[in-house]
């Protein structure tokens, strides 16, 4: 018989291994028990909303996507985008050695000022980022008076 020698460092890896699969199959995050989770492919892409003069500005963190897998809604000063990330097919989930990518669908809504002039909304997609300009109505567009005398 042989003997191996024991090293606590290597117990304390695999316990804590096991710690995080539980973690993350509890809270939809990987591991393989996604369906029926409560928080089954749960996330949200990170989003700046920032004021120029002229119009509001959104950029939202979306890459691995493509401009097909993006919705963008705008009713009632809402604005309403959603997507899914999709699971790659050529890799099975049993390959992983470690999942930390998110996948599933999303939606995030953003209630807008009324000043928005809907009608001329851009959006643009490139090198994984939406960015929204949502131009502001004439009237709430600042303007310069000149002094006179």
Request: charged residues 30%.
């Amino acid at each position: 018989m042989a003997l191996a020698r024991w090293t606590p460092a290597r117990d304390i890896m695999s316990v804590r291994d096991e710690m995080n699969r539980l973690f993350n199959e509890f809270f939809g995050r990987g591991g393989g028990a996604e369906e029926g989770t409560w928080f089954s492919g749960a996330w949200s892409p990170p989003v700046d909303i920032y004021e120029t003069d002229t119009a509001l500005v959104m950029k939202a963190e979306l890459p691995g996507f493509s401009k097909d897998d993006i919705q963008i809604e705008l009713k009632d000063n809402t604005l309403v985008i959603r997507g899914e990330r999709k699971r790659e097919d050529e890799v099975k989930e049993g390959s992983f050695h470690r999942m930390e990518r998110v996948y599933g669908a999303f939606q995030r809504s953003f209630l807008l000022p009324t000043t928005v002039d809907q009608g001329k909304v851009q959006a643009v997609y490139k090198d994984g980022v939406l960015e929204l300009r949502l131009p502001k109505v004439e009237a709430a567009q600042p303007k310069r008076i000149a002094i006179s005398g």
